[in-house]
């Protein structure tokens, strides 16, 4: 998957998966639209698994391909914000 993140969302990265944060850390290169982030990419074992894992990272991370990875994230995030909408 290809994904722009703040270099902050680095660390979280790391801390998923081993080959997840070999393929960010050696993928990382500064992001040519996003000042101050960065693009990587990592491997994927399911659209699923990896969006809702991605979730985690919040607004410090944005999905830009496989296009499937980017609309479960949309999907999910829309959700979210779904059901925290004030009562």
Do not use: F, H, N
Request: glycine share 4%.
């Amino acid at each position: 998957a290809t994904l722009r993140i703040r270099p902050a969302a680095q660390k979280s990265l790391a801390e998923m998966d081993s080959a997840v944060a070999k393929a960010a850390r050696e993928s990382a290169a500064p992001d040519a639209e996003k000042k101050g982030w960065l693009r990587v990419e990592i491997p994927i074992e399911s659209v699923e698994r990896t969006a809702r894992t991605l979730l985690a990272l919040g607004a410090d991370v944005e999905v830009l391909g496989p296009a499937a990875l980017r609309a479960r994230v949309a999907a999910l995030a829309k959700e979210i914000a779904k059901r925290y909408q004030p009562i």
